[in-house]
């Protein structure tokens, strides 16, 4: 037998090296999710619109992650307004506690810390709920009935995650700078006139602006994972649940990935 | 009324139809013409790909090879949206009714309804309400999908179907897991439903006693091909070892 004949008599189905393919998944689904993005965009642009259901979903996304929102952002207003005044004290420069907290929950800790709690509750959220539509053929059935269901589920679910993280990043942000002031208030007696002057010297439009256009490209991508994750499941309850998880772990990972690069760009843009 | 074209043509055509799941060879070349007006009832074994047939033909999924033709329409070629209007004249009954679980069953059967058609939220209870009591089911109105039994499930899934008042009905499975009564309720409803409206159905089934009721033509899938169809009495004087086997394991049961 010559090489070449060994070469070509290779059985077609031979096990596949562990690593290859592994990236050969990661590749196929990478193009899934292109395909996928750009249906959504080719979805969202064409008539008819879904406005009734784009606004139920805000509802459910935005309305009802309020509370949760408002106390992440609380939470952590608290905890950076101890850390930083003990740093600042430090240096004698506790003058500039207003500042520090009210432009690192502003910039940063608002639109991250949202952005991670909406991963946990919509992305599992929407990746269950569209995964197990999928399995028990509801989606077929949306389909059956001339409802295209990329623009009923897919582009509501999406752009209600876009609209509405900005607004619950604000929330966040009026969270945080509260409970900033309360903590730092419990030690030195500022008056919360004082500390918002103080605080928002400095702050302008460019650095509110390019901070709620983060919180949008966060809110696409928890939507994105959610709905992709979601409409991709197969295999009965335990698909769902796979959706449900896998919808979680990559928001929250791509969250902060993007979060790396728009930092970079905003830097570039907004210096 | 609804003969609007040329009555001899075939209300669903499918020519030569091949289907398979990576290896797995589910439809074979499977060639069927429902003629206008009649029920066709599809039986087979299970796993046969009678599923997979009925959605080929309303377009959810994709034949690898062959034609379908819904009112001379080509299924497997329509764009989209010309796709969506065919389907608007097709009312389907998943074999696991698919029931929408976050709405109400009233508001399961509004669905098409509330997309579709130009009713008022008034009309279009009043219609729910009648669609439910033809399926024996207005009782359940505000119940949730996850709260009623599969057998009711089965009979929201028809009232759905009929919401708009189709031209075609395709069924997977309308009367398993129901009792008996209740089965033959739903054929009984069928067989209305054919003769008042002319509506043509595709049926697939595994009750024998549906073959009487309801079929106007009986059509046997095995192996991914049709090895047997025509009329109820033709299929029983048949001497093929599979439709002669079929029948009798049937009747037994
Ligand atoms: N989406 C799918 N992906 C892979 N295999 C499928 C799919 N749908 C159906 N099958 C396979 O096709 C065969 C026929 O299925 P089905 O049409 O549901 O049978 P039945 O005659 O009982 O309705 C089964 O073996 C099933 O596993
Ligand atoms: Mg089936």
């Known amino acids: 037998m010559t090489a070449k004949e060994a070469i070509t008599s290779t059985p077609v189905a031979q096990p596949e090296w562990g690593l290859l393919k592994i990236l050969r998944e990661t590749f196929e689904w990478f193009g899934e999710l292109g395909l996928f993005v750009w249906r959504f965009i080719r979805a969202a642009l064409t008539p008819p619109y879904e406005g009734r259901e784009l606004l139920r979903q805000m509802d459910e996304i935005g309305a009802k992650s309020l509370p949760l929102v408002a106390l992440a952002g609380g939470a952590i207003g608290v905890v950076l307004s101890m850390q930083t005044r003990d740093s600042l004290v430090r240096f004698g420069a506790k003058s500039f506690l207003p500042i520090v907290i009210v432009m690192s929950i502003i910039k940063e800790s608002g639109p991250i810390i949202t952005a991670l709690v909406m991963s946990g509750r919509i992305g599992a959220g929407i990746g269950a709920e569209l995964g197990s539509m999928k399995v028990t053929e509801q989606i077929d059935a949306i389909e059956a009935s001339a409802v295209n269901p990329h623009k009923f589920l897919v582009v509501t679910r999406i752009l209600a995650c876009m609209l509405m993280l900005p607004l619950l990043t604000l929330a966040a942000d009026f969270c945080g700078i509260m409970t900033g002031w309360v903590a730092n208030a419990l030690s030195d007696r500022t008056p919360l006139q004082l500390f918002i002057n103080n605080g928002f010297e400095d702050v302008g439009f460019d650095d509110l602006f390019p901070s709620l256009l983060k919180a949008l490209v966060f809110g696409f991508i928890i939507g994105l994972m959610g709905c992709f994750q979601g409409m991709r499941a197969s295999g009965g309850t335990e698909g769902v649940g796979r959706a449900s998880t896998s919808a979680v772990v990559l928001s929250s990972l791509f969250v902060i990935l993007a979060d790396v690069v728009l930092v970079r760009l905003i830097i570039m843009f907004f210096p | ?253």
């Open chain 2, 1 to 253: 009324m609804k003969m609007e074209n040329n009555s001899s043509e075939p209300a669903i055509r499918m020519q030569d139809l091949h289907k398979a799941f990576g290896q797995q060879v589910v439809l074979n070349g499977v060639n069927l013409d429902v003629p206008r007006g009649q029920t066709l009832l599809v039986l087979g074994r299970s796993g046969t790909g009678k599923s997979v047939l009925l959605k080929l033909l309303i377009g959810l999924q994709k034949p690898d090879q062959g034609e379908i033709e819904i009112n001379g329409a080509p299924v497997t070629s329509l764009p989209l949206k010309e796709l969506n209007e065919t389907r608007k004249k097709i009312g389907f009954l998943f074999q696991n009714a698919a029931l929408y679980d976050s709405l109400t069953v009233e508001e399961n059967v509004a669905f098409p309804l509330r997309r579709h058609s130009d009713l008022q939220d008034s009309e279009i209870r009043e219609r729910v309400r009648e669609l439910l009591a033809q399926v024996g089911m207005e009782s359940a109105l505000q119940k949730m999908p996850a709260n009623i039994s599969g057998g009711m499930k089965k009979r929201v899934g028809l009232a759905r179907a009929l919401a708009l008042d189709p031209e075609i009905m395709l069924l997977d499975e309308p009367n398993a897991g129901l009792d008996p009564i209740t089965a033959g309720e739903i054929d009984e409803l069928i067989r209305d439903m054919q003769q008042e409206r002319g509506i043509t159905s595709v049926v697939v089934t595994h009750d024998m006693r549906s073959v009487h009721t309801i079929a106007d033509r009986v059509a046997m899938l095995n192996r991914g091909a049709i090895v047997a169809e025509g009329t109820p009495e033709e299929l029983k004087q048949s001497d093929d070892p599979f439709v002669v086997n079929f029948l009798q394991e049937k009747q037994e049961k």
